[in-house]
Nanobody, 121 residues
Framework: QVRLVESGGGLVQAGGSLRLSCAASGSIFSIGAMAWYRQAPGKQRELVAVITSGGSTNYADSAKGRFTISRDNAKKSVYLQMNNMKPEDTAVYLC???????????????WGQGTQVTVSS
């Protein structure tokens, strides 16, 4: 069974930084794209950043210039470095893995449980 476990959330002041990590575990042969989403109270889940297995990245406009997504394929992990954080970045951040290949599937799609990020003004 595939699991995604996030870590690194917490409370930070506006202008500060946090680094989120997400590690995938299970009998995984490969992972396609990995992404970070976020969901604030009363709002829809939104894509923050995505990275392909080859390292190509894409960011939400709100994240461009402040956030950096990276991954370590050998560790089956994805990271999100968040700098110059703003109160509007407050949300639960969720890790997502797509096109996961295991012994049971060739197109698995998985979510982590999420980690809370709170930015105080």
């Amino acid at each position: 069974q595939v699991r995604l476990v996030e870590s690194g959330g917490g409370l930070v002041q506006a202008g500060g930084s946090l680094r989120l990590s997400c590690a995938a575990s299970g009998s995984i042969f490969s992972i396609g794209a990995m992404a970070w989403y976020r969901q604030a109270p009363g709002k829809q889940r939104e894509l923050v950043a995505v990275i392909t297995s080859g390292g190509s990245t894409n960011y939400a406009d709100s994240a461009k210039g402040r956030f950096t997504i990276s991954r370590d394929n050998a560790k089956k992990s994805v990271y999100l470095q968040m700098n110059n954080m703003k109160p509007e970045d407050t949300a639960v951040y969720l890790c997502n893995a797509q096109r996961v290949v295991t012994s049971l599937t060739t197109d698995g799609h998985y979510w982590g449980q999420g980690t809370q990020v709170t930015v105080s003004s």
